[in-house]
């Protein structure tokens, strides 16, 4: 039975559902409380269904079914529901998602715990609201961003650097190579661009110059495409079918492309052409900062009666290991000294402890679109944050002011 024919079953009744609060205990939605325009997309509601939202999918425990008694009718359902505690912090929701709408930027905001994975921030503009008319919505106003993929631009150089970090071994922290802001692929005669032209680099200098010839030949001297996409799956990024699983809500699964050393796939672990989850980066950072071990995202904390004084279901944090402990630390300790080294550490916040920037390219050279990326990592909080701001322009903010805003709001 759906939502809308059980409470129509329940003559209307609001005592039949539950409530979803955020981690503090502030309602997010309600019978009598929508859900706002910052949290819409993922909860959903009952009557305007986004089958891919809480609501929909918790629906069963939000409704308390199992309740009904033939016996007392419709009134038994009053009060029959359970309320869900969500790990997202409203505050900081709501205020990123000000933030990014009061400036018309369309994008997305997502930040976990990186010791439990619990996720604290799942923004996504263009938002929209429960009354808004669906035929008048902006492209994309119902699908939270950060369930989909999206090009990773350079932020996907972390992820190579643990791939070199386990195949080249000790090679990568002894190659040198000399940008010239192009190089020719023997596969096929393709040119890999960068806009670096820096003097002779190793593994940190070219991660924090973010240069796009250096991985180009590394990847094409050290890795191999079997091993590599075994190594992809094992970090997160190649899982079987079109979903994965967030507890009982379903995000697009990452597709990475290195098959071969043509230009497409070169450039797939460079950071163009595969589309990878922004939920997988959160994991595999997390990972990279925690000697290895990746947490299990989670969305839904617990689920407790009416009045909050009997526990119906808590979640308890899970945790696989999907790197060594020694290639995650080397990992870790080359990305920090990238940052601390390369960056303009004046541009981001006091509490960020490494970040990794990134372009990725859309459309066509006459109709380019560029998205501006930022991945960081707050040791102060233990925070894990991406940020993605889509068809960007120099009049709009910044990904730094955004983490700026997040890290202010997000509670200890």
């Not at 030949?217 to 967030?246: C, D, W």
């Not at 990878?276 to 947490?295: E, I, Q």
């Amino acid at each position: 039975m759906s939502v809308k024919a059980y409470q129509d079953f329940a003559d209307g009744n609001a005592g039949a559902m539950g409530s979803v609060y955020d981690r503090s205990g502030s309602v997010l939605w309600s019978p009598e409380q929508p859900a706002q325009r910052a949290f819409y997309s993922l909860l959903g509601a009952p009557y305007q269904m986004i089958q891919n939202s809480v609501i929909f999918q918790y629906q069963t425990e939000l409704l308390g079914k199992e309740a009904y008694s033939a016996w007392q009718g419709a009134k038994s359902l009053n009060g029959s529901g359970s309320d869900l505690f969500l790990t997202l912090d409203a505050n900081a929701q709501q205020t990123v998602s000000n933030l990014l709408e009061a400036n018309g930027v369309s994008g997305l905001v997502a930040a976990c715990n990186a010791s439990t994975g619990a996720l604290r921030c799942l923004v996504s503009t263009p938002a929209a609201g429960p009354d808004e008319v669906v035929d008048t919505l902006p492209d994309g106003a119902l699908l939270n961003k950060t369930l989909d993929t999206i090009t990773l631009g350079s932020t996907m150089k972390l992820v190579t650097t643990a791939l070199l970090i386990e195949q080249a071994e000790e090679n990568i922290f002894t190659y040198r190579y000399t940008c010239h802001g192009s190089d020719t692929l023997a596969a096929d005669g393709k040119a890999i661009t960068c806009s670096t032209k820096q003097t002779e680099q190793d593994i940190t200098s070219a991660l924090g110059y973010s240069c796009n010839t250096f991985f180009a030949n590394v990847i094409q001297t050290y890795l191999s495409p079997e091993e590599t996409a075994k190594t992809l799956q094992r970090y997160g990024f190649m899982k079987e079918g079109k979903y994965s699983n967030l507890g009982k809500l379903n995000y697009e699964t990452s597709s990475i492309l290195f098959q071969d050393m043509t230009f497409a796939s070169v450039w797939s672990l460079i950071g163009q052409v595969s589309e990878v989850s922004p939920l997988d980066m959160l994991r595999f950072t997390s990972a990279v900062v925690h000697s290895g071990d990746a947490p299990t995202l989670y969305l839904v904390d617990r689920q407790s009666n009416r009045t909050h004084d009997k526990l119906l279901g808590q979640f308890e944090p899970e945790h696989q290991n999907i790197m060594a402990k020694e290639t995650a630390d080397t990992v870790k300790e080359i990305w920090f000294n990238s940052y601390d080294t390369y960056y303009d550490k004046s541009s981001y916040p006091d509490s960020v402890t490494a970040a990794k920037t990134g372009t990725a390219e859309q459309g066509t050279c006459e109709n380019k679109k560029i998205d501006k990326l930022l991945l960081g990592y707050s040791q102060e909080k233990d925070l894990v944050f991406f940020i993605a701001l889509k068809n960007w322009n120099i009049e709009l903010i910044t990904p730094q002011t955004v983490s700026q805003v997040l890290l202010e709001q997000l509670a200890e």
